[in-house]
């Protein structure tokens, strides 16, 4: 009778363990209300003198991060790779590459961030891999090669690829394979052959590698161009007069007809049961599809991020177009509505693929009061921040001066195609000086000592901004009016304040032109964001009257009426 009840005993443990921790992905989830802050590790700090960053230059900067307030770390891939496209071509999932450091340098950093209590994002990237992967090595070697169909091929004739699709990278997404006599699928550069999740082996070894990391502690998945991991198998014809990307691939390869089927089965399968975080970079995802992805009944991923709000200033993310803080603020209020009582929505103002937020969205003339104006949007709009490393110190755009001083791949095919469209070299690298990823990508500048602090080495991989003598952390942090200060402010503000993390929003000026002014509220606690998301000074008219305010942030020294100074963000607690 005893030895029953111990085992009854011991079987509700285990099932308290079990579904305890898959309740946890369920309303109350941790993540609903955290920050992330993304590290792009090559970028970051350089703890043994190559110039480049690596996994002990993270560790070295937790503390850093702890400091300023935020919890949970996306960082940007780390494992095997020839870095064609600078480790988004992963060569071996479940190593990391020794640019970036050794397993136990990985192990040490999670143990780390235990300790802070801290949560590691890790970085995804399930539609492709290397060419140099150990399953593609195989796979191109014959037609009847085990691994041949864990990657996407066609027939066709050397020199007459088998379709029109195009890559993001290179002008055909098709690559000629001697050995096999046949075409191999990449949307992104011929060194990242895009995998076939058509074959349910696929599928499973990226389960296996998933669980790999869950099982060594690691919180969540950002997954890298989630929306491609299915085609549209007919091959039709892409219709490139459609102009804009997203739409081209739509169907085709991007939310193509089995995606959501694989997405069902890896929550099946993996994410169900871990407390996981996940967000997908949303390509291509609209306010039109994005509930397919993470309504909770849906049982896919947490969260997606899309790009609606980086084609505001873009044609095709390359060729830059005026920004207006009106299309911004319709942007976030048609993402509001869609997602507000359904689901989290998330924000970003910057990613390692995107110029930097301040010279973008904000202004170098008015760089702390523009800087502290984004902060105040991204941590008071309602959805999860993603912060991107140095723009809590405002770190701004470089200015390359010929195409050798990038270094992307992406920049480097912009740059030929500019010039097969008849630009000057002059020209192109002046559109890239306004558009390209390397901005996001200089060395991070902790202060005003050799290489920014960033690396002890002889150079860096990537040149440092010269304004790294004003612009570092060190004399962000002693300076009590820093940006670096107000993002502490306005963290911790966040953090005590649920209404700011999960309260409801109201735009209630839609119209205006220039400034956002909206209501938080959770209930409890209501909140009144007004910001001037331009340089000019605006005598402005607020379309409520709120009898009782408290002015409770603000990026200058002291309001004055209505007079809305450049770039002037006011948070109030309504009373
Ligand atoms: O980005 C996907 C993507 O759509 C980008 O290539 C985008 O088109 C471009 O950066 C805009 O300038 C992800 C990663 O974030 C990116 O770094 C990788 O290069 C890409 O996937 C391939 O893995
Ligand atoms: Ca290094």
């Known amino acids: 009778m005893k030895k029953i009840s111990l085992l009854i005993f011991c079987a509700l443990l285990l099932g308290s363990v079990v579904f305890g921790q898959k309740n946890q992905s369920a309303k109350n989830a941790w993540w609903k209300s955290t920050v992330v802050y993304q590290i792009y590790p090559r970028s970051f700090k350089d703890s043994n003198g190559d110039g480049i960053g690596d996994l002990q230059g993270v560790t070295q900067r937790l503390d850093y991060l702890k400091n300023l307030g935020v919890e949970t770390i996306w960082i940007s891939p780390f494992f095997k790779s020839p870095m064609d496209d600078n480790g988004y071509d992963v060569s071996d999932y479940e190593a990391i590459d020794p640019l970036f450091g050794t397993m136990a340098d ?10 802070r209590r801290m949560k590691l994002v890790i970085d995804l990237v399930l539609n492709h891999s290397s060419d140099e992967h150990r399953w593609f090595q195989e796979a191109r070697k014959s037609r009847d090669n ?15 690829p088998p379709n029109n699709w195009i890559s993001f990278f290179t002008p055909s997404a098709w690559e000629w ?27 499973q070894e990226m389960y296996k590698m998933m669980r790999f990391w869950l099982d060594k502690g690691v919180e969540g998945f950002r ?5 491609f991991i299915s085609k549209d198998r007919n091959f039709p014809d892409m219709d490139l007069s459609k102009g804009e990307l997203s739409k081209i691939l739509k169907g085709i390869v991007v939310e193509g007809p089995r995606m959501h089927e694989y997405l069902q089965e890896m929550n ?9 975080y ?3 970079e949303g390509f291509g995802v609209g306010v039109e599809t994005v509930l397919d992805y993470v309504a909770p009944e849906r049982k896919e991923l947490g969260t997606v991020y899309h790009f609606d709000h980086m084609d505001i200033d873009r044609e095709n993310f390359i060729a830059p177009k005026p920004y207006q803080p009106i299309n911004l603020k319709r942007v976030l209020n048609r993402w509001n ?5 359904k689901a989290p929505n998330t924000f970003y103002l910057g990613n390692h693929d995107q110029a930097r937020s301040l010279s973008r969205f904000g202004s170098e003339k008015y760089p702390k009061e523009s800087a502290k104006m984004l902060a105040t949007l991204l941590f008071t709009y309602n959805a999860i921040p993603f912060v991107y490393q140095g723009d809590e110190i405002g770190m701004t755009n470089y200015k390359f001066k010929t195409i050798d001083e990038f270094n992307d791949i992406s920049a480097k095919g912009a740059y030929q195609t500019f010039l097969q469209r008849g630009l000057s070299p002059e020209k192109a690298v002046e559109m890239l000086n306004v558009t390209s990823r390397d901005h996001a990508r200089t060395p991070f500048q902790w202060d005003d000592t050799k290489h920014a602090g960033f690396s002890n080495g002889a150079a860096t991989w990537l040149k440092v901004n010269p304004n790294f003598a004003t612009v570092n952390a060190k004399s962000a942090q002693a300076d009590a009016d820093s940006i670096w200060n107000f993002y502490r402010q306005i963290l911790a503000l966040r953090k005590k304040t649920p209404a700011l993390q999960i309260g409801a929003m109201e735009d209630i000026d839609a119209e205006n032109p220039s400034v956002y002014s ?13 910001l001037n998301m331009t340089e000019q000074t605006i005598d402005y008219k607020p379309t409520r009257d709120f009898s009782k305010t408290k002015l409770v942030l603000l990026n200058y020294k002291a309001a004055k009426n209505w007079t809305l100074r450049p770039f002037e963000a006011r948070i109030y607690q309504i009373r």
Request: hydrophobic letters at 35%; aromatic letters at 14%.
């Open 106 to 115: 990985f192990d040490e950093m999670l143990r780390e961030m235990k300790k």
């Open 146 to 160: 085990p691994y041949h169909d864990y990657y996407i091929w066609k027939d066709g004739v050397k020199g007459t």
């Open 177 to 203: 394979n001697e050995a096999t006599g046949s075409y191999y699928l990449h949307l992104f550069s011929k060194k990242q052959p895009d995998l076939n999740w058509d074959n349910p082996k696929l599928r």
């Open 223 to 227: 997954m890298d161009v989630i929306p």
């Open 268 to 276: 099946r399968e993996v994410l169900s049961k871990y407390d996981v």
């Open 278 to 280: 996940t967000v997908g």
């Open 337 to 341: 509505a869609v997602l507000q009582n």
């Open 518 to 530: 909206y209501l938080r509220t959770d209930g409890k606690n209501q909140f009144w964001v007004v």
